[in-house]
């Protein structure tokens, strides 16, 4: 029998290729036919979020630019954000500007969860992806994020830090450049921006109350018009964290619980940008990151929560994600995230 149709893919807005155009346009590995062909992009319509990323495979391929979604970033203009931006920067607090982002994220994109998080004294802005980014793309997610939403007030928010879940690179001057004054810091337990949460009251230099309120009718009527997407990345996410602490979970158990066969769940996993075994272990690596800052979990219950079956061999792949153990970890980070304190806060 065959399945009810699910929708279309995870798909982005073409407005967030213009500007990896730009950077692009003078660098001597990029044909002007490939630049033309994302140049006359129509602004309103949306690709397969999988065709972005073999868009931007093949950039960094021909570049061997590691620091081009940083560079991209940093070059975007409002129209990029098109109706987003103007939505966010008339907003009258950082706080309903998040709001709005939160609200509005699915004109730019399918595949971002943009959400507050209040943990104390502490706001968290996620950046939750719904499948795996490679770093170049995180990067300019976060770049473009910092020049177009932030902006001027990055610099009125002190103590503002960034955080990357990637390791360390070698070389992070690109990042100084791009994120400063807000500090930069890696390997961390989730991707987005962190602040004091007094400065969520913060007065935006731009607001406009009328402005804003004929922009958010204008950008409902636009979410409204996008077509459900399939988010089978999501319900794979779920059906993994369930059977973790049971075990190692498998594709074939997951197409089993799905109700379609293996070759299937592959297929629509690729057709969304990801592959269970990346899923899998960006899962897992996210969830130990996690864990790791939660002084009430010993490392014996991680390795247990995350489905391993014995403590050597997440030993081992804690390594692999991050270059440290998981007891170097904890001690670098100390006490960054309790996560059992988190309360999510979610516009409507």
């Given at each position: 029998m065959r399945r009810a149709n699910q929708g279309p893919d995870l798909c982005i807005s073409t407005r967030l290729l213009f500007p990896f155009a730009r950077v692009l346009m003078d660098h001597p590995a990029v044909s002007v036919e490939r630049l033309d062909e994302i140049r006359t992009l129509d602004p309103d319509a949306r690709i397969p979020l999988s065709r972005a990323h073999d868009l931007?495979?093949?950039?960094?391929?021909?570049?061997?630019?590691?620091?081009?979604?940083?560079?991209?970033?940093?070059?975007?203009?409002?129209?990029?954000y098109g109706v987003l931006h103007y939505a966010i920067r008339s907003a009258s607090t950082i706080e309903e500007a998040i709001q709005a982002a939160h609200r509005f994220m699915r004109l730019l994109t399918d595949a971002t969860d943009y959400r507050l998080e209040l943990d104390g004294d502490r706001a968290m802005v996620r950046l939750d992806s719904k499948v795996p980014l490679p770093r170049a793309a995180a990067d300019y997610q976060a770049s473009i994020t910092h020049t177009l939403q932030l902006g001027p007030s990055?610099?009125?928010?002190?103590?503002?830090?960034?955080?990357?879940?990637?390791?360390?690179?070698?070389?992070?001057?690109?990042?100084?450049?791009?994120?400063?004054?807000?500090?930069?810091?890696?390997?961390?337990?989730?991707?987005?921006?962190?602040f004091d949460k007094s400065f969520l009251k913060l007065p935006l230099p731009q607001a406009d109350a009328n402005l804003n309120q004929i922009v958010r009718k204008h950008a409902e009527l636009l979410l409204a018009e996008l077509p459900r997407t399939r988010n089978l990345t999501e319900t794979v996410r779920d059906l993994i964290v369930k059977e973790l602490a049971s075990?190692?979970?498998?594709?074939?158990?997951?197409?089993?619980?799905?109700?379609m066969n293996q070759r299937t769940l592959a297929r629509r996993l690729q057709s969304e940008g990801t592959t269970f075994s990346a899923l899998f272990d960006d899962l897992r690596r996210g969830l130990a990151l996690r864990y790791l800052l939660r002084s009430d979990l010993r490392i014996s219950e991680v390795v247990f929560l995350l489905g391993f079956s014995e403590v050597a061999t997440f030993y081992r792949a804690f390594r692999r994600w991050t270059g440290q153990t998981p007891v170097e970890y904890r001690r670098s980070q100390g006490g960054l995230l309790r996560t059992d304190r988190i309360v999510s806060s979610r516009a409507s």
């Open positions: 931007l495979a093949q950039a960094l391929e021909k570049t061997q630019d590691p620091n081009l979604g940083l560079k991209a970033g940093r070059s975007a203009s409002p129209g990029d990055a610099a009125l928010i002190p103590g503002l830090e960034w955080w990357f879940q990637h390791d360390r690179p070698k070389d992070t001057s690109e990042y100084e450049r791009t994120f400063a004054p807000a500090a930069v810091r890696f390997s961390a337990p989730a991707f987005g921006y962190v075990g190692q979970p498998t594709a074939a158990q997951v197409a089993v619980r799905l109700r």
